[in-house]
């Protein structure tokens, strides 16, 4: 059975990236997955490319910790908007919280597009 896109964001989120759990990366991340940013080229990367990406962030942080603050499943059973908030502690102890909002397409239970606005230091009011 699929998991559902809305599913699939959160345990990406709040499993992979919380847990620093990689297998699962590998369960959900697509083939390729297509990230797009304000202002840049839209950047393909292979699954393990995009697994490595998350690998390098957490282990380049003491810890980081994503919190969701909003989850909305469209109704085409594939995009996923959530906004987020990310306790981030460096290697020195220094800790930040920043915020953004991302969107993400799920096929078939895997993440293939994410659309990122970039993120502001601080908490969502």
Known sequence: MTRS???VVELYNLVVWNGS??????????????????GQEAHVLTRAQAVRRVVD????????????????????????????ESTITTTDGTQTTIGSMEVFRVVDGWIVEVWNCGYKEGVWA
Request: glycine share 6%.
């Open 5 to 7: 896109a809305r599913e």
């Open 57 to 84: 962030v957490s282990e380049a942080m003491k810890s980081i910790r994503f919190d969701l603050r909003l989850v909305v499943a469209g109704d085409d059973g594939e995009h996923v908007a959530i906004v987020y």
């Open 21 to 38: 759990d990689y297998a699962l990366a590998e369960e959900l991340l697509g083939e390729r997955v297509i990230r797009h940013e304000v």
